[in-house]
């Protein structure tokens, strides 16, 4: 984080709305808080409201089910698998997390996997790699959703809205608020802006609007709005992905290949496959023992792109077909539990043609539009792009 502390004005309690609860909208929060810490007084902490579309928060996707006899859960991270923490920032924002264990290393047995073309043969299945310690990859527990409702419950000056919609921007009035005194204002020349939800209704004033909504979402909310960097949007190329998620009522009934006791033991797999990407035995993870076998498969994002109109039912049908010769199960070792996502803007694509595109910012409205695809799309993205935030609207002041 920058160092606030030679800033010389205090500035009265901002009002800023955040557009979406996922992980970038939870991190900004965090680290506005913090920042603010530094150079204010508590009275002058960010009024900070987050509005999120959806019933919960911090969209590192689980999806379980239930088995009515055991009582035991079938659970999909069918989002981001995992993550990783590559600078020093980061690494020690998510200490606190690692210690008490809501956020653990994943050693994972990494392998590469080619299918069969003969239903009579096994795949080979070639060892890869081991994740370690010195390159971690880390997941939350019990659930990858874990994570962010504890990020949402440390958030002591912010409320959360859930299931609103907001208004495209276009709607939105930007002119001083007459209700408001100079002196409630980010800044005595600040222009504020109204928010409305898809009903008409108002949400309130605000000095800051930022958007972290995924980037088709954020498109849409910032379309006719004269957003001064509307054009850079659509800059970035997304890609889409679908998930498969598979059950097994008990580990005797799993395929030859996912036996551990019939073939060494693996945790993920690298596809070469025209149409799956990766394999993830979710029941393996640290602290996911309890759990009924559950295997989650990302399709290749290229793949997904082509098929991303597609009927889901065909898709998956698809999906299945291209898991069923990866796995190689029969009638007797099916999975019992099968389910399918889509995710139409999943991916960002980064290749030495392309620059990350980092936050917009229109100075003037105090309007941002951030996210993990405004940078390489996981989940140190969304970290990384708080902190830009957060350092353009203190030096505006």
């Not at 210690?99 to 003969?118: F, K, M, R, S, Y």
Request: charged fraction near 20%; glycine fraction near 4%.
């Amino acid at each position: 984080m920058t160092d606030h502390a030679s800033c010389s004005t205090v500035l009265a309690a901002p009002k800023i709305a955040i557009i979406g609860g996922g992980l970038t909208g939870l991190l900004t929060a965090t680290l506005l808080a913090r920042a603010s810490n530094q150079i204010s007084s508590p009275s002058n902490t960010p009024q900070i409201t987050i509005f999120e579309k959806s019933r919960s928060v911090g969209r590192l996707a689980t999806r379980y089910r239930s088995d009515s006899e055991t009582g035991k859960n079938w659970q999909w991270s069918f989002g981001a698998q995992f993550f990783t923490a590559k600078t020093a920032d980061f690494q020690q924002f998510i200490a606190p997390w690692l210690d008490i264990g809501l956020l653990q290393p994943w050693c994972a047995e990494v392998v590469e996997l080619t299918p069969a073309n003969d239903r009579a043969k096994l795949p080979d299945i070639h060892s890869k790699e081991q994740w370690d310690a010195i390159h971690a990859r880390y997941i939350s527990t019990p659930k990858m959703t874990s994570w962010g409702r504890e990020l949402a419950t440390e958030l002591k000056h912010t409320t959360i809205v859930f299931k609103t919609r907001v208004a495209p921007l276009a709607q939105y009035s930007h002119h001083q608020n007459p209700q408001q005194s100079q002196n409630q204002t980010f800044n005595q020349n600040s222009k504020q802006t109204e928010l409305f939800d898809d009903t008409g209704a108002s949400l309130g004033w605000f000095d800051w609007v930022i958007c972290t909504a995924p980037n088709g979402q954020a498109v849409e909310l910032m379309a006719d709005s004269d957003f001064s960097q509307q054009a850079n949007i659509t800059k970035p190329q997304m890609q889409a992905c679908y998930t498969l998620m598979l059950g097994w009522d008990d580990v005797q009934k799993l395929p030859e290949t996912l036996n551990s006791q019939l073939a060494p033991q693996w945790d993920v797999a690298y596809l070469n496959s025209a149409v799956l990407d990766r394999i993830f035995i979710e029941h393996q993870k640290p602290a996911h023992d309890a759990l009924l076998p559950s295997v989650t498969i990302h399709a290749r994002n290229d793949w997904s792109q082509v098929h991303v109109d597609d009927d889901i039912e065909a898709v998956k049908a698809k999906l299945l077909e291209a898991a069923k010769q990866a796995l190689n199960w029969n009638d007797d070792s099916a999975p019992s539990q099968t389910d399918c996502h889509r995710w139409r803007y999943a991916a960002t694509i980064v290749n030495k043609d392309t620059k990350e595109l980092g936050i917009l910012v229109d100075e003037t409205k105090q309007w941002i539009v951030s996210g993990d695809w405004c940078a390489t799309g996981n989940i140190e993205s969304c970290y990384q792009m708080a902190q830009k935030t957060v350092e353009a609207i203190w030096q505006t002041q």
